[in-house]
């Protein structure tokens, strides 16, 4: 089973930048698909971005396009997120997710019921 480890987050100021990055680990899984979603207080867990892993797609939630960006370190089986001119809004636990099943393909990456691994979130904070 696999296990995600991510790092980064803190609090920074609008217009700021962050970067966060997250490890898959464990054994005996394939990388199907890996992604970012959020939660702010009293919401639910949004979709930011995710990544088909073999082809390499990515796509954004349009709130993010533009000024967040999405790679990964293939060999590592890490990937990062680039948070740049980052605004209030953007405050929340920010959560990877991992799928390793490929019932979806390379279709509906935003759908968060198709990733089954997620790490346990890092706070962003994001000031006015």
């Known amino acids: 089973q696999a296990q995600l480890s991510e790092s980064g987050g803190g609090l920074v100021q609008a217009g700021d930048s962050l970067s966060l990055s997250c490890t898959a680990s464990g054994r005996a899984f394939s990388i199907y698909a890996m992604g970012w979603f959020r939660q702010a207080p009293g919401k639910v867990r949004e979709f930011v971005t995710a990544?088909?892993?073999?082809?390499?797609?990515?796509v954004y939630a349009d709130s993010v396009k533009g000024r967040f960006t999405f790679s990964r370190d293939k060999a590592k089986k890490t990937v990062y997120l680039q948070m740049n001119n980052l605004k209030p809004e953007d405050t929340a636990i920010y959560f990877c997710?991992?799928?390793?099943?490929?019932?979806?393909?390379?279709?509906?990456?935003?759908?968060?019921?198709?990733?089954?691994?997620w790490g346990r979130g890092t706070q962003v904070t994001v000031s006015s």
């Open positions: 997710a991992l799928d390793t099943n490929n019932w979806n393909g390379k279709f509906n990456l935003p759908l968060r019921s198709r990733y089954d691994a």
């Open positions: 990544m088909w892993w073999s082809g390499g797609e990515i």
